[in-house]
């Protein structure tokens, strides 16, 4: 069973995740990371972008540069749309070799924070949890937890508008989580939705 883990910045994804894993969930494709994985990893990849968008992405010995392609893609929703298109292929190639690992396991979890905005993903996976926060809930804990200032992280979540807008994708979501309180709380949430997945 493949189960997606979405939800916008500072909802708490990674957190259900690692909750998850300490309940026998040892299964996790955490997207977002693994993109960026391959824009250095792919053979051809990376030169197949810097001609879309006719920038150059690298480091002066040649490497990929992350921060380079973040600050493109993080205020230009049109270049976003361009590497996506790119790079979805391959992710999809990616998780479907790597989960071929896991074929014993009940429950594999796909973490990606903007799936459900995502053309490319639609009807993708067999059940979606969506874990909501309040916005400024979520503004300061990404602020704290990356080190910036509130104002980036509205820029980031500018460019995650499904994410902000949580109406509108519900009929696509099987569970959601609302992480407002404590961890024991937040615990407590996931426990009660594994239990329902392992019996299904």
């Not at 189960?3 to 500072?10: E, F, L, Q």
């Not at 380079?68 to 990616?94: M, T």
Request: glycine share 6%; hydrophobic share 40%.
């Amino acid at each position: 069973m493949v189960v997606v883990i979405t939800g916008g910045i500072g909802s708490g994804k990674s957190e259900v995740c690692r909750i998850f894993r300490r309940l026998g969930v040892n299964a996790v494709y955490n997207a977002d990371q693994k993109v960026k994985a391959l824009y250095g990893g792919v053979p051809g990849l990376l030169d197949t972008i810097e001609r879309s968008l006719r920038l150059t992405l690298r480091n002066q010995d040649g490497s990929f540069c992350p921060a380079s392609l973040a600050k493109v893609i993080f205020n230009d929703r049109a270049a976003l749309q361009i590497v996506e298109k790119i790079v979805f292929p391959y992710l999809k190639e990616d998780f479907n070799t790597w989960v071929k690992d896991y074929a014993d396991e009940h429950i594999v979890l796909f973490e990606s924070a903007t799936i459900l905005e995502k053309e490319d993903f639609d009807g993708f996976g067999d059940r979606v949890i969506l874990v909501d926060a309040p916005v400024e809930l979520r503004k300061c804990r990404a602020a704290d937890r990356d080190r910036l200032p509130k104002e980036r992280i509205e820029e980031r979540m500018s460019n995650q508008q499904q994410m902000n807008s949580f109406a509108d994708c519900q009929d696509r979501v099987d569970y959601i989580i609302v992480n407002d309180g404590t961890l024991e709380e937040l615990e407590n949430k996931v426990r009660i939705i594994y239990n329902k997945l392992i019996n299904n």
